[in-house]
């Protein structure tokens, strides 16, 4: 059973496209959603921290929201560049469950 | 700004031996840190949730006597793989909950197992 889940699992797109990244979870009564970004090899770097009691947060060209009425959050990266280019996970912080993440790359 | 360090970043070590792998809070206490493995192109899953002067809990399906946690300081856990077998070889990271609510990952540990 996937508690979290995210789509598409791979994404290639053009530089300067703006782009979603979906992330689903069984479970409406979370605590927080987190944002990461993985480089292959390396650790995890936290994007954008949601609160269970806020509906979004943005970063520069990065949007997050949450509706956990639905049990959706989405990542909204806006004009992406070849920098992008990485894994990004969305976890529930009520038990540390982490999606199998988005492949993302961005082409020059 | 809450920083995690990991250490060795990475380790090959010989079947039937011991690997620890050391996870640090620089600039934070930290009562509670997480260890995950992550294998090639798949997620993290959690392993084991550490508790400073308590035992951990572990995740259903992880042996507790293979993999010892020990979280003897509000700044320091350690994960010690025992007796490694070639299938323990993975990604291993660790994370501790930062000033904020939100968490901090360290950089990782590939252990390799020959």
């Known amino acids: 059973k996937q508690e979290v889940t995210q789509i598409p699992a791979a994404l290639s797109v053009p530089e300067g496209e703006n782009l979603v990244l979906n992330c689903s979870f069984t479970?409406?009564?979370?605590?927080?959603l987190q944002w990461f970004r993985q480089d292959p090899g390396k650790g995890l770097t936290s994007l954008l921290l949601i609160q269970s009691s806020q509906r979004e947060q943005t970063s520069g060209r990065l949007n997050a929201s949450l509706d956990k009425s639905s049990g959706r959050s989405t990542l909204y990266i806006a004009a992406s560049q070849p920098g992008d280019s990485a894994t990004y996970l969305c976890?529930?912080?009520?038990?540390?469950?982490f999606g199998a993440g988005t492949r993302l790359t961005v082409k020059p | 700004g809450a920083v995690v360090s990991q250490h060795p970043s990475w380790v090959i070590c010989k079947s039937g031996t011991s690997v620890k792998i050391e996870c640090r809070s620089l600039d934070f206490q930290a009562t509670t840190m997480f260890w995950y493995r992550q294998f090639p192109k798949q997620s993290l899953m959690l392993m084991a949730t550490s508790n400073e002067g308590s035992k951990a809990t572990y995740e259903q399906g992880v042996e507790k006597d293979k993999f010892l946690i020990n979280h003897a300081s509000l700044t320091l856990s350690t994960l010690t793989v025992t007796s490694a077998h070639p299938e323990d070889s993975s990604f291993y990271i660790c994370?501790?909950?930062?000033?904020?609510?939100?968490?901090?990952f360290g950089s990782g540990t590939r252990l390799t197992v020959v």
């Open positions: 976890a529930r912080m009520k038990d540390m469950r």
């Open positions: 479970d409406s009564a979370i605590y927080n």
């Open positions: 994370s501790a909950r930062g000033p904020g609510n939100g968490y901090t």
